[in-house]
């Protein structure tokens, strides 16, 4: 079982919250959504791993397991490319479940006409692999869910 922490602190709200129809329907995968607290932060691993993939709004972090962990800051925030986003770390790094990956304003994200909502996805899950979502208020470093 790989326990996945909350990458922001805000209110998790659920996939069906997230203003996007992809995320939404839960086609990339299950999870949760984050609805991030206003003002400068950083988004941290979710999980100990490899990171596969690293763009300024967005970052695949895989375990040791080989599971797959999505983390989307913002809805439409690929249009930004990149402005507003500080890497922290690069592809290819391995980081520790909780370790800086990306600095982000979501206040600015917000100002800018975009949803600041945070999906967080298990990659490649079956549906009913997740489990124990949490709801609610979490901080950094929270658990999340439970993925089987």
């Known amino acids: ?49 490899k990171i596969m993939k ?21 809805i439409d925030t690929v249009q930004l490319k990149g402005e507003g986003f500080q890497l922290l770390a690069a592809e290819g790094d391995r980081v520790s479940a909780g370790q800086p990956v990306v600095a982000w304003d979501p206040a600015a994200i917000e100002a800018g006409g975009r949803s600041p909502v945070c999906p967080v996805v298990a990659l490649d899950a079956l549906a009913g692999a997740v489990s124990d979502v949490v709801e609610g208020d979490v901080h950094v470093g929270d658990e999340l869910f439970q993925w089987e």
Do not use: C, N, Q
Not at 7 to 17: K, N, R
Not at 29 to 43: E, L, Q, S, V, Y
Not at 55 to 63: L, S
């Open 54 to 74: 690293l763009h300024p709004h967005a970052y695949v972090i895989v375990g040791d397991d080989g599971k797959g962990v999505l983390v989307h800051l913002g």
């Open 1 to 49: 079982m790989t326990t996945v922490l909350a990458p922001v602190e805000g209110a998790a709200v659920g996939l069906a919250a997230v203003p996007d129809p992809v995320f939404s329907a839960g086609m990339v995968g299950p999870g949760t959504a984050i609805d991030p607290m206003r003002g400068p932060g950083k988004a941290v691993a979710p999980i100990a791993g």
